[in-house]
């Protein structure tokens, strides 16, 4: 039995790589499936683009509306969705043909609430060739934060709608998927995620230039902070090794801003402390992490600026992890 899926694609001053995102969609093997392209008040022609493509293909709704961000686009969407399952795609991003096939299969298979996979990046606009394994771990929300398996962002992911009930994307907060992906990850029964890259991850180099100088905004800290007491007051003791290990992680990438002000770099600092004090209370707490915790406090700068750079490597594909099976 095929079930619909809701697609829903934000769209805000991407006309340059709007039409590689919708084109990836209709050319699913999966078919089962509505779009949803929001146009977030964007001033250049992506909503042409959205109306143009939704008169060619009736599966396809745009919706208009003055710019509110990344969450609100994203709740208009989740407000006419009217499939059984809702996927998440940025307009700069795109999908593997068999992205849904793949996803709705594992669903089916294990009667999964969410499905994960993971994702690539780069600058091409065809998907590069992969292998394809429809192998997965399932695990319980709880268990997939607990154990790392759950990825924060809000894209790459199959969504069974039951799940999203009464959860709205925090409307004016900076790293939205933080305050939100796990709430609706610990509701989930059934997490299942495979390790087939099909979801396309677009690097944009502007976007890099204009991260290096924008101004450190520390709210984010309030998304930890919220999952911190939550999963205190529900013993979720893996889960809350999980967010603050999460948090200091957080906090060392933070710390190479270019424009943290003094005041910043001591909040950073402080409260990464008190972190690693309340990590030392779990006997999970691995040696690795212990490590390198006590090398950032003792060279702040030095680390951040080595964590970023080993980020970078990993993910274009320069160095490899390699797992005991």
């Not at 093997?29 to 929001?38: A, G, K, P, Q, R």
């Not at 998440?88 to 299969?105: E, G, N, P």
């Not at 959860?167 to 004016?172: F, L, T």
């Not at 609706?184 to 979801?199: G, H």
């Amino acid at each position: 039995m095929s079930h619909k899926v809701s697609i829903i694609v934000p769209c805000y001053k991407v006309e340059q790589y709007l039409p590689t995102c919708i084109e990836s969609v209709l050319n699913q093997s999966y078919t089962d499936w509505e779009l949803i392209l929001v146009d977030d008040g964007s001033p250049d022609s992506s909503g042409a683009i959205c109306d143009e493509y939704a008169q060619g293909d009736s599966r396809i709704k745009v919706i208009h509306k003055p710019n509110g961000g990344l969450s609100d686009a994203r709740n208009a969407g989740l407000d006419i969705m009217t499939g059984d399952f809702v996927a998440f795609l940025d307009s700069d991003d795109f999908w593997h043909t068999d992205y849904l096939k793949i996803m709705m299969h594992l669903q089916r298979q294990y009667d999964a609430d969410i499905v994960q996979c993971k994702w690539t990046r780069g600058n091409e606009t065809v998907f590069p060739q992969i292998t394809i394994t429809y192998e997965a771990i399932c695990k319980s929300g709880s268990e997939a934060m607990a154990t790392g398996l759950f990825d924060i962002i809000m894209w790459g992911k199959v969504y069974r709608k039951e799940v999203l009930d009464g959860i709205k994307m925090p409307v004016g907060f900076i790293n939205e998927d933080e305050w939100t992906s796990w709430k609706i990850c610990y509701r989930a029964k059934r997490f299942v995620s495979t390790q087939n890259k099909l979801y396309y991850y677009t690097f944009n180099q502007q976007g890099i230039c204009a991260a290096k100088s924008r101004i450190l905004n520390l709210s984010y800290f309030g998304a930890f902070a919220e999952k911190a007491v939550f999963f205190k007051e529900h013993n979720e003791e893996g889960c809350a090794l999980w967010n603050l290990t999460k948090w200091n992680k957080a906090i060392i990438l933070s710390y190479r801003t270019p424009n943290a002000t003094p005041e910043q770099l001591d909040t950073m600092m402080q409260q990464f402390k008190q972190n690693y004090c309340d990590l030392l209370l779990f006997p999970e707490f691995g040696l690795k992490h212990r490590i390198y915790f006590r090398l950032f406090m003792l060279c702040p700068k030095f680390l951040s600026e080595l964590s970023e750079a080993l980020r970078n490597l990993m993910r274009d594909g320069k160095i490899r992890r390699y797992k005991k099976a």
